[in-house]
């Protein structure tokens, strides 16, 4: 199996059970993400996907707006995200944005580690959701997440 950046290279590593491969395949090529691949293989984890969930269960955190955790300069964020829009509109498998499940004070929490310009090209094309990847780090939380948000994997 030979890794390619889109989500239905990511199912296929999945139905391998070789999902966190895929994972760390994207974060150190076409990511380009490597200090994130090598934070993510400090301990294990849970990996679940990819499924698509709704835009709405998560918000970006990297984007030219004032309060963004990871502020970034509108002109180069713009243009990537128009071109992301334009693959979209042709039909371009892109790869799936990867989310961090956790509980904060008890609260679930969806944190988007990668796919900030995914999410607001899907949001401006009025896309209900997209493809995911989802690690989590804590049984209890991997516990959780099937609990209460196990029904989005009924369809796969």
Same mark, same amino acid.
């Given at each position: 199996? =030979?890794?390619?950046?889109?989500? +239905?290279? /990511? ?18 090529? !076409? ?7 090598? #934070? ?24 030219? &707006? ?19 829009? /334009?693959?979209? =509109?042709? #039909? ?11 509980? &904060? !004070?008890?609260?679930?929490?969806? =944190? ?7 999410? +607001?090209? /899907? /949001? ?13 780090? +804590?049984?209890? +939380? ?7 948000? #196990?029904?989005?994997? =009924?369809?796969?």
């Amino acid at each position: 199996m =030979e890794y390619r950046n889109s989500t +239905e290279s /990511a199912m296929e590593f999945a139905s391998a059970g070789r999902l966190e491969e895929w994972v760390h395949a994207y974060l150190i090529t !076409d990511g380009r993400n490597k200090p994130f691949s090598d #934070g993510l293989k400090l301990t294990q984890r849970h990996y679940l996907g990819p499924v698509n969930l709704p835009l709405s269960m998560f918000t970006r955190c990297c984007g030219p &707006e004032d309060g963004m955790k990871w502020v970034v300069d509108p002109a180069g964020f713009e243009a990537k995200v128009t071109g992301i829009m /334009a693959a979209l =509109e042709n #039909g371009t498998d892109l790869p799936p944005m990867i989310i961090h499940y956790l509980l &904060e !004070d008890g609260i679930p929490s969806f =944190e988007l580690t990668d796919g900030n310009h995914r999410h +607001e090209a /899907a /949001a401006r094309l009025g896309l209900g959701g997209f493809p995911v990847i989802i690690w989590i780090t +804590e049984d209890a +939380e991997y516990d959780r997440f099937l609990r209460d948000y #196990g029904k989005y994997f =009924e369809k796969i």
